[in-house]
C-alpha cells in the first residue's frame, strides 16, 4: 500500500532510482515501501560509511569501535570503563573484551583510582597516542572522501541534524 501524502509532503528525490536491474540483469527489482522508510535508508547509509571506514583504518589495524574507544579514552583522561561504556553506547561486557585486545596490544591501560580503588581510569600509553594520531590522520581522509560523495553541504546539513537528535 502507497504512504498517503499531504499537499504540503513533496514526494522525496531518491524516489527516481526506486527501481533498479538485479546483477543478473534479469528483472526490476524495486524496494516499494521501503522507500518511504528513513531507517532503511540510514541503515544503507551506515554500511557504505563502514565498510569505507573498516578499509581505511585496516592500515593500522583497528576497528571503527576501537579508533571509537581510543578517542574518547585519548579526550577524556581518567575515564572509567563504566563511562566509556554508557557515552559510546556499547554493552559492558563487549567493552571488557574490545578494552582487553587494545590493552595485549600495548595501546591502552587501566589505572587503580587513587579515590577509589575499585575504579579502573582508563588511559593510552604512548604507543597508543601515536597509532591514535595516524589513526585519526586516516579518519580525516574518510571524512572528506564522505563529504566529497555526499556533497559538502548535505554532509554539513546531516552532520549538524544528527547532531540535534543525538548529541545535544
Same mark, same amino acid.
Given at each position: 500500500?502507497?504512504?498517503? %501524502?499531504?499537499?504540503?509532503?513533496?514526494?522525496?528525490?531518491?524516489?527516481?532510482?526506486?527501481? @533498479? %536491474?538485479?546483477?543478473?540483469?534479469? $528483472?526490476?527489482?524495486? #524496494?516499494?515501501?521501503?522507500?518511504?522508510?528513513? *531507517?532503511?535508508?540510514?541503515?544503507? #547509509? +551506515?554500511?557504505?560509511?563502514?565498510?569505507?571506514?573498516?578499509?581505511?583504518?585496516?592500515?593500522?589495524?583497528?576497528?571503527?569501535?576501537?579508533?571509537?574507544?581510543?578517542?574518547?579514552?585519548? $579526550?577524556?583522561? *581518567?575515564?572509567? +570503563?563504566?563511562?566509556?561504556?554508557?557515552?559510546?553506547?556499547? &554493552?559492558?561486557?563487549?567493552?571488557?573484551?574490545?578494552?582487553?585486545?587494545?590493552?595485549? %596490544?600495548?595501546?591502552? +591501560?587501566?589505572?587503580?583510582?587513587?579515590?577509589? *580503588?575499585?575504579?579502573?581510569? !582508563? +588511559?593510552? @600509553?604512548? &604507543?597508543?597516542?601515536? /597509532?591514535? $594520531?595516524?589513526?585519526?590522520?586516516?579518519?580525516?581522509?574518510?571524512?572528506?572522501?564522505?563529504?566529497?560523495?555526499?556533497?559538502?553541504? %548535505?554532509?554539513?546539513? /546531516? !552532520?549538524?541534524?544528527?547532531? &540535534?537528535?543525538?548529541?545535544?
Amino acid at each position: 500500500m502507497t504512504p498517503v %501524502r499531504s499537499r504540503r509532503q513533496p514526494a522525496l528525490p531518491f524516489r527516481r532510482a526506486a527501481a @533498479t %536491474r538485479r546483477s543478473t540483469g534479469s $528483472a526490476v527489482v524495486t #524496494l516499494d515501501t521501503l522507500h518511504d522508510h528513513l *531507517g532503511y535508508f540510514v541503515r544503507r #547509509l +551506515q554500511v557504505w560509511i563502514f565498510q569505507d571506514f573498516i578499509r581505511t583504518l585496516k592500515r593500522v589495524e583497528l576497528s571503527p569501535a576501537q579508533f571509537s574507544v581510543l578517542v574518547v579514552i585519548n $579526550a577524556n583522561r *581518567g575515564l572509567s +570503563q563504566a563511562e566509556l561504556a554508557a557515552t559510546l553506547g556499547i &554493552e559492558r561486557a563487549r567493552l571488557a573484551r574490545l578494552l582487553h585486545r587494545l590493552q595485549r %596490544r600495548g595501546l591502552m +591501560q587501566r589505572l587503580k583510582s587513587p579515590a577509589d *580503588g575499585r575504579r579502573h581510569a !582508563l +588511559q593510552l @600509553t604512548g &604507543e597508543g597516542r601515536a /597509532l591514535l $594520531a595516524r589513526a585519526k590522520a586516516l579518519a580525516v581522509r574518510h571524512e572528506r572522501r564522505l563529504s566529497a560523495k555526499l556533497g559538502a553541504d %548535505r554532509y554539513h546539513m /546531516l !552532520l549538524a541534524a544528527l547532531h &540535534e537528535v543525538l548529541v545535544d
